[in-house]
């Protein structure tokens, strides 16, 4: 599965390389970093699950409830064949009140994020997780680490830092392609 999904991902990135903006799924020790913080039984909401590196290790952690957010139709239906107890919307991340709303789900625990920086270009997307999270959840994203000294993602960071009281920042995870970082946000300024 490891060597199809790189295929896939390396297919999807030559058809729309600013949404895919990766070469191939995060490695197992990314996922676990990104994974982490969050507590077993929690409310999870996947952004950009991709073809589900993620969406495996948060199954692992045995949430109460899994909602993965996939733009890309037909990864959203190869996650709903891989993973039959994840909720799966083919949706754009930005509407994430709606589909929230739609399943009666409030205070999110954690947001993980398999997104690229570039979706957060807007400013409206820190907003959309904040206003989804309880005032306790998580919010995890990561960072490539060669390009995170970048002007573009240190201001995605700085954005970061200014609706999160608390991000912190993992080491490099070295075990992944290209190797990169974790950010954790906790406690949403509203």
Do not use: C, K
């Not at 692992?60 to 709903?80: C, F, G, I, K």
């Not at 989804?132 to 573009?152: D, I, K, N």
Request: net charge positive; glycine share 4%; hydrophobic share 45%.
């Amino acid at each position: 599965m490891p060597l199809r999904d790189t295929a896939r991902f390396l297919h999807e990135f030559a058809r729309d390389p600013l949404h895919t903006a990766a070469l191939a799924p995060s490695s197992p020790a990314l996922a676990r970093a990104m994974t982490d913080p969050v507590a077993p039984g929690a409310v999870v909401v996947e952004l950009g699950p991709g073809t589900g590196a993620f969406t495996r290790a948060l199954q692992d952690r045995e949430p109460a409830r899994h909602l993965a957010v996939e733009l890309n139709p037909r990864w959203a239906e190869l996650l709903r064949r891989r993973y039959p107890d994840v909720e799966v919307a083919p949706a754009d991340a930005r509407s994430l009140p709606a589909l929230l709303a739609e399943r009666g789900i409030t205070g999110v625990d954690a947001v993980v994020s398999g997104l690229p920086w570039i979706a957060y270009a807007d400013g409206t997307l820190h907003r959309v997780i904040m206003d989804a999270l309880a005032p306790t959840g998580v919010f995890t994203q990561f960072a490539y680490s060669a390009t995170r000294w970048a002007p573009p993602a240190r201001r995605r960071l700085a954005e970061l830092r200014a609706h999160f009281a608390q991000v912190d920042t993992t080491p490099v995870v070295w075990r992944n392609l290209p190797p990169a970082v974790v950010h954790r946000a906790r406690t949403p300024l509203r």
